[in-house]
């Protein structure tokens, strides 16, 4: 990572992003062509991943240099990460950029918003913090960092009414492009999957730690199912060749998942939509899960240390979107020391076979999928060429 500074004539009057993870990437990726269309064509740069360099983006610096998560955990790579944003404060003010939007990545982007507003360059977050979760300090942060937030849930309106944070509804980018209905049918025929025997995709995280936390749960709870009912097709989608290395190591450690098990870069959605039941970690896995309609179990494991900190922040009882959206306990969530095989297997066997709550899940996640739906890539990139015209 070197500190060289580009001439800023190229990168002038466009917009400069962060995304700071894998989800960051897709949901970004998903609302660029619409912003660079609405920008007249200026540079849209940063620090982005594979899907936003191919819709156009130019990347300074890979998602992957971000990946870290927890409190505990960041603290090792603190230097690293204050250099880095140090570096890129210094490198956006060169550039002229008219806007900065922060995509998710609240801990690291928000501090940079602040940095760059104060420098007069209007800033645009894109997927507000959790604060309804947990971590409501937050709030004062954002007020002093953000000139606009783009909400992606409709109950966040409610949650920032009155808080002096200019806000605006844009929809769920995901709802726009997962199908109202599954083609199961067409996915596992596609991936290759033709013999009628039941699908289970396990995602256990994008970043290696989250790989580590969670496998010997996933992929042991797989193992007891498959004894006691018989042989399936595991799919995991792999983040990047590196998760799937780790992904690979890992399920070798269970012999009868390693001779089912099919792990593919990039193939998140069709693993998903191949499905009969999903086992994934916390995070907008979980939500994707729900708006394909597929019966889902949640599991997440992280140091005690980081997980005991973040529990005593919580202010709601459950952690996976679908629950939280939906207000009710929909999703059986295994968290920390409840995230064990033999417990999620059961679950995850449920889920596999109770044909009455798949149905009666169908229905309610179709009705929260209406609920997200909006003109996602409009709302962003107007909000975003609106805020670059009102560069101080």
């Given at each position: 990572m070197g500190t060289h500074h580009p001439t800023p004539t190229?990168?002038?009057?466009?917009?400069?992003?962060?995304?700071?993870?894998?989800?960051?990437?897709?949901?970004?990726?998903?609302?660029?062509?619409?912003?660079i269309r609405r920008m007249d064509g200026a540079p849209q740069y940063g620090v982005g991943g594979d899907k936003m360099r191919a819709a156009g983006f130019h990347a300074w610096h890979d998602i992957r240099e971000l990946s870290v998560r927890g409190y505990v955990e960041v603290l090792a790579h603190l230097p690293r990460l204050l250099r880095l944003r140090t570096e890129l404060v210094e490198r956006f003010v060169?550039?002229?950029?008219?806007?900065?939007?922060?995509?998710?990545?609240?801990?690291?982007n928000l501090g940079i918003e602040a940095r760059l507003r104060r420098k007069g360059i209007p800033t645009v977050h894109f997927v507000s913090p959790s604060i309804w979760a947990w971590r409501p300090e937050r709030?004062?942060?954002?007020?002093?960092?953000?000139?606009?937030?783009?909400l992606v849930f409709p109950f966040e309106e409610t949650v920032y009414k009155n808080s002096g944070v200019r806000t605006t509804y844009v929809g769920h980018p995901l709802a726009g492009?997962?199908?109202?209905?599954?083609?199961?049918?067409?996915?596992?025929?596609?991936?290759?999957?033709?013999?009628g025997l039941p699908v289970v995709?396990?995602?256990?995280?994008?970043?290696?730690?989250?790989?580590?936390?969670?496998s010997d749960a996933f992929f042991g709870a797989v193992e007891k199912i498959m004894h006691r009912v018989g042989d399936m097709h595991v799919l995991v989608p792999a983040a990047n060749d590196q998760a799937r290395a780790k992904i690979i190591f890992n399920s070798g450690l269970f012999p009868r998942v390693a001779s089912r098990i099919k792990i593919v870069v990039?193939?998140?959605?069709?693993?998903?939509?191949?499905?009969d039941a999903v086992l994934c970690a916390s995070g907008t896995a979980a939500l994707e899960c729900a708006l394909f309609k597929k019966p889902l179990v949640v599991g997440y494991k992280m140091p005690a240390l980081t997980g005991m900190i973040m529990q005593k922040k919580a202010l709601i009882r459950h952690v996976s979107l679908p629950n939280i959206l939906l207000g009710d306990n929909v999703v059986p969530e295994f968290l920390q020391y409840f995230c064990e095989a033999d417990w999620i297997s059961y679950a995850l066997e449920d889920a596999l076979t109770n044909d009455v709550k798949r149905?009666?899940?169908?229905?309610?996640?179709?009705?929260?999928h209406e609920s997200l739906l909006a003109d996602t890539p409009s709302l962003v990139a107007e909000a975003i060429s609106d805020a670059a015209k009102r560069r101080r």
């Open positions: 190229p990168e002038r009057d466009g917009a400069v992003w962060l995304a700071g993870e894998a989800s960051g990437d897709f949901i970004a990726s998903l609302v660029l062509p619409e912003t060169a550039s002229d950029a008219r806007v900065f939007v922060g995509v998710d990545a609240p801990d690291f709030i004062q942060k954002i007020r002093e960092a953000v000139d606009r937030m783009l492009i997962i199908p109202m209905k599954p083609d199961t049918a067409g996915a596992r025929k596609a991936l290759g999957i033709d013999d995709t396990v995602m256990p995280g994008s970043r290696p730690d989250e790989i580590d936390g969670c990039g193939e998140s959605h069709r693993m998903i939509e191949a499905a149905r009666e899940l169908e229905e309610r996640f179709t009705k929260m």
